[in-house]
């Protein structure tokens, strides 16, 4: 799922790591929402609300959508380092450290209320840092993927799911036609995956608030527990032939 790069990495492998991963974000998304009132899984809300608060020169609102934004960049930014340092290194393991850092994420923010004093500054350390996780996520999803999987924002997914629907009208031909059915459910799973999170998210929040990110984090620790145990199966069967 995260490991098989290029020419050895599937269709399965995309859908696996699709679903989810999609799914964590978007319970992160809605419990950002309802703890923070802050959409944490994309940046292009921040960006008009930061022209806004420009325009109406409210500078410190400014200042605070201006940071959100560069969080999710710093969050991407260190995943692409993390991950080209471990490639340069020959690590088959490279997802590890930004899978890690998530959880470490998830968890804290997950006891936050128990870890942090009750501080008006504690609203936007919760929103930087689940933006910077999004950031880590999306990146480290992309690069895997090659940029086939996206999980944590989906206005481009729909643009490419529209042209895709589209281009079934006018590709007849069996093969073109099945690439096209695998790529929309992709798509699909992504967008019903990340609807799930939401809903899921929104029931749990309700009774455990912030600990409704130990789910994700759970999630996370689940798919970096299975993608080593199928390592370890396919190394021994190869080992046995």
Same mark, same amino acid.
């Given at each position: 799922?995260?490991?098989?790069?290029?020419?050895?990495?599937?269709?399965?492998?995309?859908?696996?790591?699709?679903?989810i991963?999609?799914?964590?974000?978007?319970?992160?998304?809605? %419990?950002?929402?309802?703890?923070?009132?802050?959409? %944490?899984?994309?940046?292009?809300?921040?960006f008009?609300?930061?022209?806004?608060?420009? &325009?109406?020169?409210?500078?410190?609102?400014?200042?605070?959508?201006?940071?959100?934004?560069? &969080? #999710?960049?710093?969050?991407?930014?260190?995943?692409?380092?993390?991950?080209?340092?471990?490639?340069?290194?020959?690590?088959? !393991?490279?997802?590890? @450290?930004?899978?890690?850092?998530e959880?470490?994420?998830?968890?804290?923010?997950? #006891?936050?209320?128990?870890?942090?004093?009750?501080?008006?500054?504690?609203?936007?350390?919760?929103?930087?840092?689940?933006?910077?996780?999004?950031?880590?996520?999306?990146?480290?999803?992309?690069?895997?993927?090659?940029?086939?999987?996206? %999980? !944590?924002?989906? %206005?481009?997914?729909?643009?490419?799911?529209?042209?895709?629907?589209?281009?079934?009208?006018?590709?007849?031909?069996?093969?073109?036609?099945?690439?096209?059915?695998?790529?929309?459910?992709?798509?699909?799973?992504?967008?019903?995956? &990340?609807?799930?999170?939401? @809903?899921?998210?929104?029931?749990?929040?309700?009774?455990f608030?912030?600990?409704?990110?130990?789910?994700?984090?759970?999630?996370?620790l689940?798919?970096?527990?299975?993608?080593?145990?199928?390592?370890?199966?396919?190394?021994?069967?190869?080992?046995?032939?």
């Open positions: 799922m995260f490991r098989h790069k290029g020419k050895g990495r599937t269709y399965s492998h995309n859908l696996k790591l699709a679903s991963l999609s799914c964590v974000a978007g319970l992160v998304n809605i %419990t950002g929402v309802l703890a923070v009132s802050t959409l %944490t899984t994309n940046v292009t809300g921040h008009a609300y930061f022209s806004e608060q420009l &325009f109406v020169r409210n500078y410190k609102m400014a200042f605070i959508y201006l940071l959100y934004i560069l &969080f #999710f960049l710093l969050g991407a930014f260190v995943s692409g380092v993390i991950m080209e340092w471990a490639s340069k290194q020959k690590s088959h !393991t490279s997802y590890i @450290i930004p899978l890690s850092v959880i470490v994420i998830m968890f804290a923010i997950g #006891f936050s209320n128990e870890l942090l004093p009750d501080r008006p500054s504690v609203p936007l350390i919760i929103s930087s840092a689940l933006l910077f996780a999004m950031g880590l996520q999306n990146a480290l999803v992309t690069r895997v993927s090659q940029s086939v999987v996206r %999980t !944590t924002h989906l %206005t481009g997914l729909f643009t490419d799911l529209g042209i895709e629907l589209s281009q079934l009208f006018f590709h007849g031909e069996k093969g073109r036609k099945i690439q096209l059915n695998k790529s929309i459910f992709l798509k699909l799973m992504i967008i019903s995956c &990340f609807f799930l999170g939401g @809903i899921l998210g929104a029931l749990v929040y309700q009774h608030q912030l600990k409704t990110l130990l789910i994700p984090a759970g999630l996370l689940f798919a970096v527990w299975y993608d080593r145990l199928l390592f370890r199966y396919y190394h021994l069967k190869r080992k046995l032939r």
